[in-house]
């Protein structure tokens, strides 16, 4: 594989969707060519399964689960696709993708474009990837808030059986209002439905599969207090902190900065690690922290473990660094 310092300049030469399309096209290609690769970990048991190491891939680089394969190869401990809606949706109109590079930053505001999940159950199937695979789940756009509930059930029916974990994700600030679920009451209902249903499928299947809420970064600390009582309370696997975020603090005035979306590496990096703080604090440890945002370093990796999480997850600083950011977290986080 050409080591991506050559790689880089030419993605970057293309508009980001369309080198966004490319790297999948290629990781699906290099997942049956590439060798694997070995990066020493001890490993560690979360929600009751066991990560070969703590460095995953986060969620909407790969929606459709098309490249899983390659994904495992470069190294990743956990891979989570999707998000997946019930079904497929072409998302917000092009272009919907942008670079920051002066801040190693990316705005995106994608709205969920995927194959649907039963396109992604077809390419779950093909996969041979020894780690633990996550599916992330979400509701179709024109499904209305007050059904919201019975999208996510779908979700977790649908692809139950074919998880390592399944993350349901409340918090991309491009599906109009789906934001809204964090708050007290809609979230009390919507936890209350899925633990209920996971109950459910785990007899039927005799497999408990883990479940995960993903949370935005633009919580206050009351917020996050009401979160972390609700995991407790339904008895959720995890918590993935954070998402983008809508705020542009840090740059401000930079070309792209004013595009409506989510913002995520560099730039999230500080207020994101402040949220899995606030939840370690609120959690004490009952439930496990997975932390995406802004990780562009190994030692960005390991203050996130500090800050209380057990596992983290890349997405941006992979496309400013490459795979090579994944062994450096990997060695940096034991
Ligand atoms: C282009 C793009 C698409 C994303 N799509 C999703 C998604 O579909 N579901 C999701 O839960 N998170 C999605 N995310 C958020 C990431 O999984 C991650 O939580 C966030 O980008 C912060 O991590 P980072 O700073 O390492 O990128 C997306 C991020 C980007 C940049």
New binding site residues.
Partial sequence: MLPYCLLKPVLFSLDAETA?ELTIASMKKLGALMPPAHFHSRGIEVMGLHFPNRVGL????D?NGEAINGWGKLGFGFV?I??VTPRPQPGNPKPR?FRLPEKQG?I?R?G?N?HGVDALLANVKEARFKGVLGI?I?KNADTPMEKAVDDYLVGLDKVYAAAGYV?V?I??PNTKNLRQLQGESELDALLGALKARQTVLAGKHGRYVPMAL?IAPDLDDAQIVNIADALRRHHIDAV?A???TLSREGVEGLPHAEETG?L???P??EK?TAVVRALAKALAGELPIIA????TDGAKAKAKLDAGASLV??????IYRGPELIKECVAATG
């Fill in positions: 966004h986060a969620a909407g680089l929606k989570e999707g998000t993708l990316i995106n994608m969920f995927n992330n979400g993350t994700n918090s991309s993903k993935i954070t998402n983008t989510g995520s590496g560099a999230v990096f994101s995406a945002g802004g990780i997850q890349l997405y941006s600083g992979l």
